[in-house]
């Protein structure tokens, strides 16, 4: 829910209804709905990292994987099963430190991810540099290709998924890579 309409568009009420318990049994796990969003931010962030890191066919997953995932309009369409940073990042800021805390986990798992597949590369940067990079061209290229998707929603050339796919590949591309 949280993805879907975002952390300040979703009461404790709803919540409570939809996991079917009352307020108080939820505010016995959660001191705050704050507590209550970090955790499910966790969550989330632990099963997207097992899906963008996982196996394929028997081998480990390639930067090339992990950016056909997570640049497709497939993961830009269905926010509810989405990265949760790009579902929210506008609104992350404007959260509590509890909140801000998973959400920099979450960031910091991304870019090790990124920098473990790195090598030498043409690009003048260091490694944790060019992994920063691609995970916020990453997380901001699905936030605004999702502004921009209703007004043409398959237009590839324009779209900024399409675009950070094709640049975030060339920056994590090993020199000598093809």
Known sequence: MFRERGIDGVGVAEISKKAGLTHGALYAQFPSKEALAAEAFAAA???GFERMTADRNGRPATLTDCLDWYLSFNHRDNVATSCAMSACVSELARQDKVLSERV????????????RGLGASSVKAENRQRALAMAAAMIGGVAASRAVA?????????????????????????????
Do not use: M
């Open 104 to 115: 920099t986990e979450g960031f910091e798992r991304l870019v090790a991810v990124r920098e």
């Open 150 to 178: 209703k007004a043409d929603p398959q237009a590839i050339e324009s779209d900024p998924c399409w675009a950070v796919r094709r640049i975030v590949g060339e920056v994590g591309r090993r020199r000598g890579a093809g």
């Open 45 to 47: 962030f632990k099963r």
